[in-house]
Nanobody, 119 residues
Framework: VQLQASGGGLVQTGGSLRLSCEASGSIFKNNAMGWFRQAPGKQRELVAV?????SHNYGDSVKGRFTITRDNAKIWLQMNRLKPEDTAVYYC????????????????WGQGTLVTVSS
């Protein structure tokens, strides 16, 4: 199983970026997929989850600004109204579960893509 993430970069406060991730090597019709992020000196945190049924969940800090979408084994993260505190390495991930994604549930990680938001 491989997850290939892309789309990170440098953006000013208030700007937008779109991350993408594609999984290959397996079938994920029964697995939630999503995004985590890790800022320097901080723990990895959940950003957004998309289930095969089409439901979505978000971390409190990104609700209303980020949107996750999914098409089978591909997911995207549209990030709007970016803030300096969104600066982090973003990782896509596949869950062992259908309805949820947590650090303990991850079976596969993408390589990470850096998002930097300048003030």
């Amino acid at each position: 199983v491989q997850l290939q993430a892309s789309g990170g970069g440098l953006v000013q406060t208030g700007g937008s970026l779109r991350l993408s991730c594609e999984a290959s090597g397996s079938i994920f019709k029964n697995n939630a997929m999503g995004w985590f992020r890790q800022a320097p000196g901080k723990q990895r945190e959940l950003v957004a989850v998309a289930t095969p049924a089409g439901s979505h969940n978000y971390g409190d800090s990104v609700k209303g600004r980020f949107t996750i979408t999914r098409d089978n084994a591909k997911i995207w993260l549209q990030m709007n109204r970016l803030k300096p505190e969104d600066t982090a390495v973003y990782y896509c991930a596949v869950s062992r579960r259908y309805w949820s994604l947590s650090l303990e549930d991850v079976t596969s990680w993408g390589q990470g893509t850096l998002v930097t938001v300048s003030s």
